[in-house]
C-alpha cells in the first residue's frame, strides 16, 4: 500500500533518539507479534512526534537468551490519527 491508500490502523511503536525515514532500515529487539507493517513514531520524554514512518516488518532473529530482534524496513511518512489500546494492551493508531 502506499502513502495514498485508504486509512488503516497499525500497532504504534515509540523510538528513542532516532528517526526512521523511507527506505531505512532498523533492527529493534522487539516483538511485533504477527504484524506486517507498523508506524515507528519519534518521541521526546511522553511527546509522540505528529508524523511516523509505516514500516515493514522485514525479519526476526532469536537472539541468545530467548528475545526476539526484529528488522523494519520504512516504507512511507504516516501521519498519526486517532489512538487505541487494544486487548493485549497494543497502542494502535490509524494512519
Not at 30 to 36: F, H, K, N, R
Not at 50 to 61: C, K
Amino acid at each position: 500500500m502506499g502513502p495514498n491508500s485508504a486509512m488503516k490502523t497499525l500497532p504504534l511503536i515509540p523510538l528513542d533518539d532516532v528517526v526512521v525515514f523511507p527506505g531505512m532500515n532498523l533492527t529493534l529487539a522487539i516483538d511485533p507479534g504477527a504484524e506486517e507493517e507498523v508506524l515507528l513514531v519519534p518521541r521526546s520524554g511522553d511527546d509522540f512526534a505528529a508524523v511516523g514512518t509505516v514500516a515493514r516488518v522485514d525479519e526476526q532473529v532469536r537472539l541468545p537468551g530467548g528475545g526476539l530482534a526484529t528488522g523494519f524496513e520504512g516504507l512511507h511518512r504516516g501521519v498519526a490519527g486517532a489512538a487505541r489500546t487494544d486487548l493485549n494492551g497494543t497502542l494502535r493508531i490509524e494512519v
